[in-house]
Structures are given as C-alpha cells and as structure tokens.
C-alpha cells in the first residue's frame, strides 16, 4: 500500500516567508509524528499527534512553528516568517494504533531559507 | 530523560567482511529501542526493534542487534557487509507505555562499504 506522503519535497523561500509542510499518514495510523533533521544534528522531534490532538509539543523550537492535523489524517506544519536556521530536512512519520512503536517514515521536505 | 549515543560518525568497512554499528541509550525502566537506515534523499526506514524477550534481535537485510541491558548497548550488527549497506544508521530509544510515543535519536552513524 501506499507509505507515508510528503509535499513538497523540495521547497525554497525567502527569509520572513510563511510555509507550509503537508504529511499525508498511511491510512488507518493513528500516530503522527514531525521531526527535524539539520546537518550535524540528527534528528530533533517536534511535534505528535494522537488522533487530531497533539499531546506532546515540546519539540517546537519557537512560536513560529505549528501545526495541525485534521479528520485523523492529513496534517500541516507551518513555520511563520522563516528564518535561515529553519533550513532543514522535515520528515513526517506515522504509527498504526498498538504498532509497539514502529514509526514509518515520509522522504521528508527540505526546507532551504534564502 | 531518554537518550542516545552513537560514538562513531563513521564506520568503514571492507565488503564480506563483519560489521558493527554501536549503539548506547539511557532510559528510566524498560527501554523500547530501534534501528532505522537512511539511504541519500529518503526517509528512515526501519530496520528492526527490541521490545522484550530474547537479547538477540534479527531485522531486515541480513541486519541484527543485540540488547545488553547491563551495558545499556544496542549494537547493529551484520556478518558480511554489502556495498549496498552504504547509509547512514540511526539508532533510537523510547519508554514503553501505553501506545505510540515519539523517538528519541542517536546523531546517526554513516556506514561506508568499500569493495
């Protein structure tokens, strides 16, 4: 079946930009997941969600991130007014309910800031 | 707090030969613990879990690890390495509980095969 989707995979704005990231889950997980992978950084969680609400948030690095997930699927990260230390690669992954945590992940958006 | 550690950035390796990719984790109680692969411009692929039951786990890819709980190591581990195995690994902890919870990552080790 169909893995985890991610758009775009490639995308490049201005600094003081708004973007947004989309995470399409593999139907019927309930777990979604935003991480953050920069050079040198490996990979820094973000944010999850159980169903559409989000129990953990702890990972956002700032007031310009957020995100939202709707109708238990589909799921938008939002970075407002970019910065040049946003540039990463954001990667989207999603678990089945009782998956004893195996997390399947999306090829991820790199996000380039001029 | 959970976390960690993968001592090497890099691990070379001559193809047919054995391999090991090491793998440390502090965690409070039962650790859940991980392999995943990444290969250039995709996303992390799992490789294989430690939950419970007997130290010695087998993953995809000819890979395994074992769990040494005594000293808190996760090591990957395959016989005879690949040219092909050329990526780069994580490894990464989480607390058992009740469901899904978000993992916590080693820095990654890049592994190179050389022929």
């Known amino acids: 079946g169909a893995g985890v989707s991610q758009s775009p995979s490639n995308k490049v704005t201005e600094k003081g930009k708004d973007v947004e990231l989309r995470c399409d889950p593999i139907s019927g997980h309930t777990a979604l997941y935003w991480y953050r992978q920069s050079l040198g950084q490996g990979l820094e969680f973000l944010i999850y969600f159980q169903g559409n609400s989000a129990p953990d948030k702890s990972g956002l690095p700032s007031d310009r991130f957020s995100a939202e997930r709707t109708g238990g699927s589909v799921s938008t990260l939002t970075i407002q007014r970019t910065q040049q230390e946003d540039s990463a690669v954001y990667l989207c992954?999603?678990?089945?309910?009782?998956?004893?945590?195996?997390?399947?992940f999306g090829a991820g958006t790199r996000l380039s800031v001029l | 707090a959970q976390s960690v550690a993968q001592p090497e950035d890099q691990v070379n390796v001559a193809e047919g030969n054995p391999l090991t990719v090491k793998c440390t984790y502090s965690?409070?109680?039962?650790?859940?613990l991980f392999w995943y692969v990444q290969y250039p411009n995709r996303g992390l692929q799992f490789l294989l879990k430690?939950?419970?039951?007997?130290?010695l786990v087998k993953g995809s890819y000819g890979f395994e690890a074992e769990f040494n709980k005594s000293q808190t190591s996760f090591h990957l581990k395959k016989p005879s390495a690949l040219v092909s195995d050329s990526a780069l690994y994580f490894c990464a902890v989480s607390s058992p509980g009740t469901g899904n919870t978000p993992l916590v990552f080693g820095k990654g080790t890049r592994l190179s095969v050389i022929a």
């Open positions: 992954a999603s678990s089945p309910p009782a998956g004893k945590n195996i997390q399947y």
């Open positions: 430690y939950i419970t039951g007997d130290n």
């Open positions: 965690v409070s109680g039962n650790p859940y």
